[in-house]
């Protein structure tokens, strides 16, 4: 099935510095979602976005749906331990019935 | 209100024996959607139930299979087993609606020895 492009694969990054990534994809997508894995726990969404050009913020996390409706990015400003974990970007497909997730980014955050 | 429960949380079990999880969807929620997780593939889309209807499926053999009862609660299973089925099943479930965000459960780690 169709899968979206998400980068970095990994990312080490030292206490209190900010963090980008984000997810492409060939197809255009309606709605982009973001989440967050911890280990031996289920994804726990963070942000939904519904419009091209959107910008939402939760905390220190902001996610924007690229203006070509291909891609999305989410930036975690001034990272803090608990970051820790496996961030996912899920895209919902034009025809509406059914979420695409992209492979994960895996975040470090050394203290 | 809770959240999505799945069960057993753990499960091993040894190449052609089957095995059936279990998902219990948000209250309200009509839909429930079925995952597998691997290190190396990711989140791969199994299934999904709308109203005790299968609406969806994606592009795994016949041993997977899944169904929904009336209150909505989802089981999955899968039959002859092999080690590749070794996973997390994930379990997601949502108001149903085209769009609808969807809300995973912490899922079940399948062993298969």
């Known amino acids: 099935g169709q899968q979206l492009n998400q980068s970095p694969q990994s990312m080490f990054i030292q206490e209190g510095e900010d963090v980008s990534m984000n997810c492409t994809s060939s197809?255009?997508?309606?709605?982009w979602l973001w989440y967050k894995q911890d280990p031996g726990e289920g994804p726990v969404l963070l942000i939904a976005l519904y419009k091209a050009g959107e910008l939402t913020s939760n905390g220190r996390l902001t996610a924007q749906f690229g203006i070509t409706r291909k891609d999305s990015f989410l930036n975690i400003s001034a990272s803090i331990p608990s970051d820790v974990g496996i961030y996912f970007c899920a895209g919902l497909s034009n025809t509406g019935n059914q979420f695409y997730f992209g492979t994960g980014t895996s975040l470090t955050v050394i203290p | 209100k809770a959240g999505v429960t799945q069960t057993p949380r753990y499960l091993i079990k040894t190449r052609g024996q089957q095995v059936t999880l279990s998902c219990s969807p948000i209250?309200?929620?009509?839909?429930v959607s079925w995952y597998q997780q691997t290190p190396g593939q990711g989140l791969q889309f199994l299934f999904e139930?709308?109203?005790?209807?299968?609406?969806n499926k994606g592009n795994f053999p016949g041993r997977f299979s899944g169904r929904q009862f009336s209150n909505s609660r989802s089981e999955m299973n899968v039959s002859t087993l092999e080690l590749g089925d070794s996973a997390l099943y994930l379990c997601?479930?949502?108001?149903?609606?085209?769009?609808?965000?969807?809300?995973f459960g912490a899922g079940t780690r399948l062993s298969v020895l």
């Open positions: 209250s309200g929620h009509r839909s």
């Open positions: 197809s255009i997508f309606n709605t």
């Open positions: 139930y709308f109203s005790e209807t299968q609406r």
């Open positions: 997601a479930s949502s108001l149903g609606i085209q769009g609808a965000i969807q809300y």
